[in-house]
Nanobody, 123 residues
């Protein structure tokens, strides 16, 4: 499956962005999906995961209550609504797909990654 993240940009502290991840070339419903992010000089960090049906989600503590992951299986698209953004949220955001279930928080548990989208948060 091919993944393409979009929707990044520059936002002020406290602002919002909505990222999208469009999938093609595979059975979208077969995969649970995740968001990861990577800041300069840092490793790839888990952000959120959503299960195949969209009924279950998991979040990193650093984004819980501010970010919401969702998916539209009819449109083969996943979303990440990011509210109350902080400078420490600035990173390249990647979407990823895995056949594993909810609880996959390590980047190596995911088989497919798309190109990232840059999120910049000004203070």
């Amino acid at each position: 499956v091919q993944l393409q993240a979009s929707g990044g940009g520059l936002v002020q502290t406290g602002g919002s962005l909505r990222l999208s991840c469009a999938a093609s070339g595979g059975n979208f419903r077969r995969y649970s999906l995740g968001w990861f992010r990577q800041a300069p000089g840092e490793g790839r960090e888990f952000v959120a995961q959503i299960n195949r049906s969209g009924s279950g989600t998991l979040y990193a503590d650093s984004v819980k209550g501010r970010f919401t992951v969702s998916r539209d299986n009819a449109e083969n698209t996943m979303y990440l609504q990011m509210n109350s953004l902080k400078p420490e949220d600035a990173a390249v955001y990647y979407c990823a797909a895995t056949i594993n279930g909810l609880g996959s928080v390590n980047y190596y548990e995911y088989t497919y990654y798309g190109p990232g989208t840059q999120v910049t948060v000004s203070s």
